[in-house]
């Protein structure tokens, strides 16, 4: 169940594809090359599915799992957002809110089983990065 719900997520991302909008876009010198996105959210999406069935089978339908529900929504929200709607500053807000998202999961998840907690730490840190480059797409633009 968790890895269709990762799944469904994901596909948000395959539905709404950068195009020839966002490669026009000013971007830092440091963005990552395209490649490097569907291979660094393919191992995330693994971890995020797994981290919420641990949470899942030791807490059964507990606040961990229902934060990690409205994540997933947001995590599919700014594919939508940033390449669907062309909207950099929303996609920013709704990255905001998926950072928060993922740090209370990760809080609310310690109590359950650590290693939901430990799986989430890539993911901050590629929401933390990505949130910083998509503030700075949206500054340049």
Request: include cysteine; proline fraction near 5%; aromatic fraction near 20%.
């Amino acid at each position: 169940m968790f890895a269709a719900l990762v799944a469904m997520a994901a596909s948000t991302g395959a539905r709404f594809m950068p195009g020839e909008w966002y490669a026009g876009l000013n971007k830092p010198s440091w963005t990552p090359p395209n490649w490097a996105f569907p291979v660094a959210w393919t191992i995330l999406y693994v971890m995020i599915a797994i981290a919420g069935w641990l949470a899942w089978r030791t807490g059964g339908l507990s606040g961990a799992v229902v934060i990690w529900g409205i994540g997933l929504v947001f995590n599919a929200l700014w594919s939508y957002l940033m390449f669907g709607r062309h909207d950099i500053f929303l996609a920013l807000v709704d990255l905001c809110a998926l950072w928060l998202a993922v740090v209370a999961f990760m809080i609310a998840a310690w109590p359950l089983d650590t290693r939901a907690t430990y799986l989430f730490l890539p993911y901050l840190a590629w929401v933390t990065f990505a949130g910083v480059l998509n503030f700075a797409v949206w500054r340049m633009n």
